[in-house]
């Protein structure tokens, strides 16, 4: 069963505008983790944001928060003040059991355009 | 302080053949995982390794093997290739216990398989 989904197609923003990324999980497990990964055509997979299932805030870093709704089980990315260089594949990621596990499972992700 | 770094960054191999990735973990970490990353899809966890064992694995078939040294460095096997095995393979590494685990990743190495 597919653990995180990722449905949005390609998106387009206007530079400067805010991009929200859509991402959905699927656990039984009360104790799990959820990361944002973005991707350049380069392939790196540069880690940018993280939440932990029992965070009581929401998770910020710079320009990108998340917007963590536990019982949607959603786990959305909001980038703000879009950038040129913030064109890629945006990767949602869970860790399920966060004690003596550290796999990741991802999703299909997000492409993400932006434009001037 | 390096990264993670990944060799070779690209290779092409023939069907039936054996290949070798490497991979040289960020300065301080002792985690070594491996990610099959096909055209159009995310990450697939294939395993990790800790303290030079396999401690988990992915739902990969014995094909794909590997190696942890007493460096942290780590190398993916992938025997008697097929064309499906073409894929990004990525190397993440971490610190067992760490903040978060939290994995950092090499830039990969893509594999063609002819």
């Known amino acids: 069963a597919q653990k995180i989904t990722q449905t949005q197609p390609g998106m387009f923003v206007q530079e400067k505008e805010a991009v929200t990324l859509d991402c959905t999980y699927d656990t039984s497990d009360p104790s799990y983790g959820l990361f944002w990964y973005k991707q350049p055509s380069s392939g790196e997979m540069i880690f940018l944001i993280y939440?932990?299932?029992?965070?009581?805030q929401n998770a910020t870093e710079g320009r990108y928060s998340l917007n963590f709704q536990k019982a949607r089980k959603s786990a959305n990315l909001v980038i703000s003040a879009s950038q040129l260089g913030d064109s890629a594949m945006y990767f949602c990621a869970m860790r399920e059991n966060l004690y003596g596990n550290n796999r990741l499972a991802f999703g299909k992700g997000n492409q993400v355009v932006v434009i001037p | 302080d390096a990264g993670v770094t990944q060799s070779p960054t690209h290779l092409i191999k023939t069907r039936g053949q054996q290949v070798t990735l490497r991979c040289s973990p960020k300065?301080?970490?002792?985690?070594v995982s491996w990610y099959q990353q096909a055209l159009g899809q995310g990450p697939q966890f294939i395993f990790q390794y800790y303290e030079e064992e396999e401690r988990q694995r992915g739902n990969f078939p014995d094909r794909f093997s590997g190696h942890q040294f007493p460096n942290y460095s780590s190398e993916l096997n992938v025997n008697a290739l097929l064309l499906g095995d073409s894929a990004l393979y990525l190397c993440a590494s971490s610190l067992d216990g760490g903040r978060r685990d939290e994995q950092f990743f090499g830039p990969g190495t893509r594999l063609t398989v002819l």
């Open positions: 939440q932990g299932s029992y965070d009581q």
């Open positions: 300065s301080g970490h002792d985690t």
